[in-house]
Structures are given as C-alpha cells and as structure tokens.
C-alpha cells in the first residue's frame, strides 16, 4: 500500500505555495481594484450592482472562481513547472490557493484590500476546485 502521508510531503511545494500565493494576490489586487473603480465610477458602480444582484451574484462568483481555479493551473504549467503533474499536484494546488485566499481575506483588511467577486464562501471552494480540475484534466489519469 502507499503511504498517502509520503505522497503529500513529496508533492513539488516549491512551485504549489508561490503559484497560490500569486494567484491569489491577483485575485486580490482584481477585486480591490474593482471595488475602488466602482467607488469612483457612477457607470461602473451601476454594472456591479446588477453582477452583484441575488439571482447573477452566484452565476458570476461561480465563474469567476473557476476562471481563477484555471488560471492557477495556467500559471503553476508556465510559470512554475513543477515535475510532472499529477492528480494529487492539482489537489496540493487548491490547497495552496484555498490557504493563500483565507489569508489575504483575512488579513485583508490590515491591508485595504476589498472583496468583491471572491469572498470565501461555498462557491468560492467549488468555483476554485471545478476550475483546476477542469484545466488539469489531462493530469487526472497520472
């Protein structure tokens, strides 16, 4: 049998923890500045009112998330290439940027940082999972 304990320490940290950290400081930096332009801006303050209305705020916050979870994936195959890929790479990964995300919410506020479309919530964690998987399909199988 295999050890999952070893497998987990064995997973390339290296390009997981900067690939979340990056990710969610862009996710962020998006968010705040989203919420200062729409501070600033009648029109733009006018179309995040509407994104942000009960029955779009959950089809935008889902696609977001998984547009965020995709760009994880994009930026841990170019930007930090690990060694090969696996399934349980894709899973270290959500880990990372779920760890990164809870630390920029939290210590968001110290730092003027806003949430808008990402806020930690069900949908943030199913979004974020659905979009690594779903860019790192052909990594499943390995």
Known sequence: MSDPWHQFKALPWRSLIPTGLLVALIAALFDTGLYYIGSASL???EVL????????SL????G???ALGMLA???LEVWFNPAPIYGGTLWGLFLCLL???L????FGSLLG??????????????????????????YWRY
């Not at 009112?49 to 779009?56: D, K, R, V």
């Not at 806003?114 to 399909?137: C, D, H, K, N, Y």
């Open 43 to 45: 029109l733009m303050r």
């Open 49 to 56: 009112i509407i994104l942000l209305q009960p029955p779009l």
């Open 59 to 62: 089809l935008v916050q889902l």
């Open 64 to 66: 977001m998330s998984i």
């Open 73 to 75: 994936v994009l930026c």
């Open 99 to 101: 760890l990164a995300s």
């Open 103 to 106: 630390g920029f919410s939290f």
């Open 113 to 138: 940082l806003r949430s808008v479309f990402f806020p930690i919530t069900e949908v943030f964690l199913i979004g974020t999972a659905m979009g690594i998987f779903w860019q790192g399909r052909r």
